[in-house]
């Protein structure tokens, strides 16, 4: 096989590996807007009702009785939800991660064609004139001290 057919390869790699990217990251932003538009108020407090009812049916009798009130099985429900949490917070985490690098990408292609946009009517714009400045007393003293 010639060198032009592998680069013609690896060329086509490139670009199907970028469109199946592209597609993940479309398909993720659906994902994620329809997770967080299902969640309606009624939902969370079905789903907050349901589970306490499993955290007050594993066994509260022993639970409240022998060991207090959150020892026993009560104990490993807390440490399962406070993993969970945690869990929850690093993936929203990473999604905002995830979101603001693509909204810098769109900012750049954005600045891109910004720049490479042609001028009404390809008239130069004037160029502003500079603005002099006198320093301050500090740096006017400090240039003196160094000549």
Request: proline share 5%.
């Amino acid at each position: 096989m010639r060198f032009e057919q592998l680069k013609h390869r690896v060329a086509r790699r490139e670009q199907l590996l970028e469109g199946r990217l592209q597609q993940t990251r479309d398909q993720w932003q659906t994902l994620r807007t329809t997770w967080r538009d299902s969640w309606t108020p009624l939902r969370i407090v079905v789903a907050g009702l349901i589970s306490g009812f499993v955290v007050g049916r594993s066994d509260p009798v022993q639970t409240l009785g022998k060991l207090g009130a959150l020892g026993g099985s009560g104990t490993r429900v807390l440490q399962l939800v406070t993993a969970l949490s945690g869990l929850f917070a690093s993936f929203q985490a990473s999604s905002a991660a995830d979101e603001a690098e693509h909204a810098a990408d769109k900012a750049d292609v954005a600045a891109d064609a910004a720049v490479q946009a042609p001028h009404a009517g390809d008239i130069p714009a004037a160029t502003p004139e500079p603005v002099v400045v006198a320093p301050r007393p500090a740096e006017a003293a400090t240039e003196l001290s160094e000549r």
